[in-house]
């Protein structure tokens, strides 16, 4: 079955547990090389999302924002793949990212999942995965997920049988 590019979906979280529960169905899901952006402002659930993520791809450390240190480096025991979580909120400048070696990080077939993403817009891939998070009442999230190639719409269905139940 052929999906087209550009793909979306509207999904509304309740609670931070089913913000993680939909990052470990995308986490479950994701290919190597896959670039997944997180757009939202703090305090949207970002970085639930990532826990959930970390969990689902098989992470065995609990998953925390890397605001400070920019970059959290997560590996799997079982094929030794490496997760990267990238918090570029700090980042002044896309041209401060290089130095982080994000360039590298985007073109490996390791996975990266940025947070604040618009900040190092022209070096993101022309593929990725782009999630953005608007915040409802205290614990309710929509977000809106949409897929910029098709290699990235199988990652939108996964989230959407979540959903579907």
Not at 9 to 16: A, F, R
Not at 53 to 65: A, F, K, P
Request: glycine share 8%; proline share 3%; net charge negative.
């Amino acid at each position: 079955m052929s999906v087209p590019a550009s793909i979306t979906l509207e999904i509304e979280s309740l609670n931070v547990e089913e913000t993680e529960a939909l990052g470990a169905a995308l986490g479950a899901q994701l290919d190597p090389g896959d670039v997944v952006c997180l757009e939202g402002d703090l305090g949207a659930g970002k970085t639930a999302l990532v826990r959930g993520v970390g969990r689902g791809w098989g992470v065995l450390e609990r998953v925390t924002s890397p605001t400070f240190t920019l970059v959290h480096e997560h590996r799997r025991t079982q094929d030794d793949r490496v997760l990267y979580h990238v918090d570029c909120y700090r980042l002044e400048r896309a041209a401060d990212a290089w130095s982080l070696g994000l360039e590298e990080m985007l073109h490996s077939t390791d996975n990266v999942v940025l947070e604040w993403p618009e900040r190092v817009a022209e070096m993101l891939p022309d593929g990725r995965l782009w999630i953005e998070f608007e915040i409802g009442d205290d614990t309710r999230r929509t977000l809106r997920v949409s897929a910029s190639e098709d290699r990235y719409a199988h990652l939108i269905e996964a989230l959407r049988s979540r959903v579907a139940g």
